[in-house]
């Protein structure tokens, strides 16, 4: 009973530790303010210079139009984080049930882990392409506007999604 408690607390703290994170105000300093910023390898950039995320993601919350795409690509960001944890959890207990328990049970959980899985995939895709917007919007924000050749989805008038190319 305690190990079930114990894991149950390391589930909630790992699912909404981050939501409680604090932010904190991160100042530019002159070297870098006014560079273009970009998103390589792992790594935010500066001009030609790596800074943390914190210093990224404030320089986007700087600009408005950059901050409300950022804030998009967090609303989907996050729940498909949420999907992830439990269709993760979902499949591996599916896939032991199905392995060894007696019932249906097994079958179901897995495949339907696998299908919540496949959700926060599509959720992942376009946070990342509501965050290439906001670092685009950024960079145009303080007057360096290159274009760029994205494929996007994107929702349609009569409530579907639809691939578009976007410049």
């Known amino acids: 009973m305690k190990f079930k408690s114990i894991a149950l607390f390391l589930f909630i703290f790992a699912l909404f530790g981050n939501a409680f994170a604090d932010d904190g105000d991160v100042k530019l300093s002159p070297s870098i303010a006014g560079k273009k910023l970009s998103f390589h390898d792992r790594n935010w950039f500066m001009g030609e210079q790596i800074v943390d995320a914190d210093v990224a993601i404030n320089a986007i919350k700087s600009k408005e139009e ?30 032991v049930e199905w392995i060894w328990g007696d019932g249906d049970l097994g079958m179901y959980l897995t495949l339907g882990g696998a299908g919540v899985i496949g959700i926060s995939l599509l959720l992942s895709h376009i946070a990342d392409g509501y965050m290439h917007d906001a670092i685009d919007l950024y960079n145009k924000g303080i007057g360096i506007s290159e274009t760029s050749l994205r494929l996007k989805l994107v929702p349609t008038e009569q409530g579907g999604i639809a691939v578009a190319l976007a410049f």
């Open 66 to 95: 950059s901050s409300s795409a950022y804030s998009t690509a967090m609303g989907f960001y996050y729940p498909g984080l949420v999907l992830a944890y439990a269709g993760g959890a979902a499949l591996g207990y599916g896939v």
